[in-house]
């Protein structure tokens, strides 16, 4: 099993470039709603063994440096899955541009 996320945020409170998107979508920009709200609060010590985190490294709407803040910090640091980062060289958010290689990952992954 694994989870695999695409240029998917980890803790929306480390992407100020989402704040309006999150204002809209939660209602409140209250620092603890938008940390609630955010993914790494749904990992658990039992959650997937595997997270993958796939992610441009010029994405402009979830900085690529939120992915390797977020594992430590994943419920206290009691997660005990495998992380595995990819991060594509040039690709924006929409990683649209390199659809092969993201294939390529996650077929590697999956297998």
Do not use: W
Not at 4 to 11: A, I, Q, R, Y
Not at 22 to 40: H, K, Q
Not at 58 to 80: K, M
Not at 82 to 87: G, I, K
Request: proline fraction near 7%; include cysteine; charge should be negative.
């Amino acid at each position: 099993k694994a989870v695999v996320s695409v240029g998917g945020p980890t803790d929306l409170s480390q992407c100020p470039s989402l704040t309006g998107h999150i204002r809209l979508m939660l209602g409140t920009d209250s620092p603890e709603a938008i940390r609630a709200a955010s993914p790494v609060e749904a990992l658990l010590p039992t959650s997937s063994p595997h997270l993958v985190l796939i992610q441009g490294t010029e994405d402009f709407l979830v900085p690529v440096e939120t992915q390797a803040y977020a594992f430590p910090t994943i419920r206290g640091g009691d997660c005990n899955a495998v992380l595995d980062v990819y991060r594509l060289g040039g690709a924006d958010h929409v990683i649209a541009n390199d659809m092969e290689k993201l294939m390529h990952i996650i077929l590697g992954v999956v297998q």
